[in-house]
């Protein structure tokens, strides 16, 4: 493999994700089926049902990929998957189905890390990038950040030690009625609420840490903002800005901390919680005080998608040629 077209495919939770990209830089195409509707009735993902949604969904998006692409399977130099974290029988439909694919068609097959894919959006954000940079990776399965050397050169310097900060969104704007996921909700209303009306804890911020945490910021929440929000003494609104700032102010800091530590000029903020409008507010602030190079990908590239798996199936290739053919999928993978 020396570059090329490469198919990337993800099924780690409930988006079944298929795109075809140029070198690790340039998408030709990505479709992306959805599960949120079949889940929300429920409040979260439901394992078995999503890696059957998984099954019915991959040939027609993999068709799509390659149809929007304007190519045929053996116009492929190379297909990458997923085989790790998430959920068990999600991954195995889509690590079995490119593994199959480049069989099939003779080409090197490549198993990816998702959290290395989901850095690995800003050289599709940004072609031209080739200096390190430190990513932060939020959305409902993971809070990581990430040291990237050079394309393919991953690190992790921290991560959440309990709950991811899209779960925080969602567990406590559950508990305030909005549905799920609740994300986007507590975005929409944050912008009629005051950030100041409630105090929320900020976890970890007195230490001297890359890590994270969430939970004592659940557990306050449940105790003092649900009251008074069920008594009338607390509007939805103000609920909603002050639970968001709090979440936004732990991001915010710890990726400056750990732009401070690698002495990195680039940060990025990636995953489906990178779509919200006051954390891509504050660490556009944040860094233009410090006169970082921020990059955010556009709300399509943050969220789970086939094309960030085949830019980083690319450099992986380039750097140390395909898969073993003994990979198998790994739920609980770790960078
Ligand atoms: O990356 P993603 O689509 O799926 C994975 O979890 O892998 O992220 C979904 C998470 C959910 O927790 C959702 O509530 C959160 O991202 N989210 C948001 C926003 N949009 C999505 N959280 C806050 N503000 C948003 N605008
Ligand atoms: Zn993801």
Redo the contacts with the bound molecule.
Sequence with gaps: YRGGLLLGIDT????TAAAVVKDGREILSSAVASQVEVHRPFGG?VPEIASRRHLVAILPVIRRALDEAGIAPQDLDGVAATYGP?LVGSLLVGFMAGKALALAIDRPFVGVD?LEG?ASSIWLARPALDQPAVVLV?????TELLYVRRPGRFESLGGTRDD????A??KV?RLLGLG?????A???LSERGRPDAVRLPRGLSEVDTLDLSFSGLKTAASRYMLPAVRDGRLSLEDAAASL?EA?VDVLVDRLMRAAERTGARVVAA??????????RRALSRAAQERALDLILPE?AL???NGAMIAAAGHFRLLDEGPSDTALAVDPSARI
């Design positions: 780690s939770c409930d988006d993902v998430g998702h989901h939020a959305s409902g399965g993971h991811a900060a899209g779960e969104f969602d704007g799920y996921p609740a994300g986007p507590v975005d929409r968001q979440i990636t995953g489906g919680v990178a779509a919200n409008r006051g954390l709300p943050c969220t789970d």
